[in-house]
C-alpha cells in the first residue's frame, strides 16, 4: 500500500499562474481533504470530500477548486496563483469521515509563489 | 475564531524527561480529540486519541489527559526521547448537522514544535 500520494512534492509558481496539485489514496476510503499549513497557523483545512462527487468548503476555500470523480483521487486546483497560497499543502484521507477514523496524511506539497 | 487553542509553541525538554503540551477547545459538541506527530518533511500522523467519556488514555510513554468541564486536554511524554523530537497538533472534531453521515470536520491546534536534547 501506498497510502496517500501527493504530487509534485515541490512547485514554484507565478502570480497568476494555474496549477492543480494531485492527491491519490490506494485505501478505498471515503473521505478526503486538502489542508494548509502555515508557519504559526497550524493546519487548515481548504476543502473535503466524503465521497466520489461530494464536495464541500473548509475553513480557507477562497481561490482553490475541488473535484472528487473517483474515490481514489482528490486533485486541488489553484486557477489564479497568490503569493498568499504559498504554504505547505497536505492531502489526507480516512476510512469513513465519522467518529474516531484516523487521517492519512501525504507527505505534502511545498508550493511558492512569486 | 480559534476553536482549538493549543500551548507552548515551542517546548525544549532534556532527555528522560516529561513533556507537556495542552490545549483547550471551545465548542462542547467536540467528541473526538486525537493528537497527531510530525516529523519534519513528513504529513502529520495519529499518535494517540481519546473520546470526552474518559479522563486519560495512556498508550506506551504517552498519555492525554482529558478535563471535559474545564474544556482542556494535555498530551504527557514519559522519559523524552531525541526521536520524539516532531511538532505535535491537538486536534477536535464535531459532527456537522445531524445527519449523522460522514461530514466530520477535524479542527486543529496551530502546533508544538517539541526538541528533546540529548
Known amino acids: 500500500n501506498a497510502g496517500v500520494t501527493q504530487t509534485p512534492k515541490f512547485q514554484v509558481l507565478k502570480t497568476g499562474q494555474s496549477m492543480t496539485l494531485q492527491c491519490a489514496q490506494d485505501?478505498?476510503?471515503?473521505?478526503m481533504s486538502w489542508y494548509r499549513q502555515d508557519p504559526g497557523m497550524g493546519l487548515r483545512l481548504i476543502h473535503y470530500?466524503?465521497?466520489?462527487?461530494?464536495?464541500d468548503q473548509g475553513e480557507v476555500p477562497n481561490g482553490y477548486n475541488v473535484s472528487r470523480s473517483t474515490t481514489e483521487d482528490f486533485p486541488l486546483r489553484l486557477l489564479s496563483a497568490a503569493p498568499s497560497q504559498t504554504s505547505v499543502y497536505f492531502c489526507a484521507s480516512s476510512r469513513t469521515g465519522v467518529g474516531d477514523s484516523p487521517l492519512h496524511f501525504g507527505n505534502g506539497t511545498r508550493l511558492t509563489v512569486t | 475564531q480559534q476553536q482549538v487553542k493549543q500551548s507552548p509553541q515551542s517546548l525544549i525538554v532534556q532527555k528522560g524527561g516529561i513533556s507537556i503540551i495542552n490545549c483547550a477547545y471551545e465548542?462542547?459538541?467536540?467528541?473526538?480529540f486525537p493528537w497527531y506527530q510530525q516529523f519534519p518533511g513528513k504529513g502529520p500522523a495519529l499518535l494517540i486519541a481519546i473520546r470526552p467519556d474518559v479522563s486519560e488514555k495512556k498508550e506506551g510513554r504517552f498519555t492525554i489527559s482529558f478535563n471535559k468541564s474545564a474544556k482542556q486536554f494535555s498530551l504527557h511524554i514519559m522519559d523524552s526521547q531525541p526521536g520524539d523530537s516532531a511538532t505535535y497538533f491537538c486536534a477536535a472534531s464535531k459532527r456537522r448537522g445531524n445527519s449523522g453521515g460522514s461530514n466530520y470536520k477535524l479542527t486543529f491546534g496551530k502546533g508544538t514544535l517539541l526538541t528533546v536534547n540529548p
Open positions: 485505501m478505498n476510503h471515503e473521505y
Open positions: 470530500s466524503v465521497g466520489a462527487g461530494i464536495t
Open positions: 465548542n462542547t459538541a467536540f467528541d473526538y
